[in-house]
């Protein structure tokens, strides 16, 4: 990824993984960097896989109502027991999860959804990768690593990468149909 400016452009190479050989000792770095904030710190990679679910404003309005229904009620019972330990908001528990992530749904909450489609054959587009700058916060603790919930980092902004491509979320989306149609990238504040 480069940084320039306002704009952060994408280049995606895909590979075969049976043309995958040995892995690298020392990773190359990038030649030509727009920011430093563009480059991962090193840190260790253990991907995880997780089920997620669609962005709240974008399921039908019966089962919005549903979903804020059970909120409400476990609000209430939170209250009755002081040490409950249970997720209690679709939103930033339960549906979407924060930090870097291949696959997944998109979150709309900093701009209104709007639709990805391809613009060679207009199927639409699912995100292949999220980044964004935070793992996780005290808002979504729920998706912390269990490994990862020690005393010293709960209750903080955890930014492992480092990588800092603007406020909010970069999402890389590529075409289902065929991956020889150009990616789109969905950003707030970026032009699709
Ligand atoms: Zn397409």
Redesign the pocket.
Known sequence: MHGTGQTVDVVLKWRRSEDIGAVLQEQPEPLVVGSPECVPQPCELHPEQITEHAYLGLLPEDLQEAIATWEEELLDEEEEEAEADFPTEYSSDLSLAPGWKAGGFATWHLSDPHPVD??????P?PPLLTAYYVEWDPASESWAPREDLRPDLFRHVITPTGVYLGRGYLRIHT????PC?SHRLSAPGRPL
């Open positions: 391809c613009t060679v054959c207009g199927t587009m075409c289902p149909a065929d149609h």
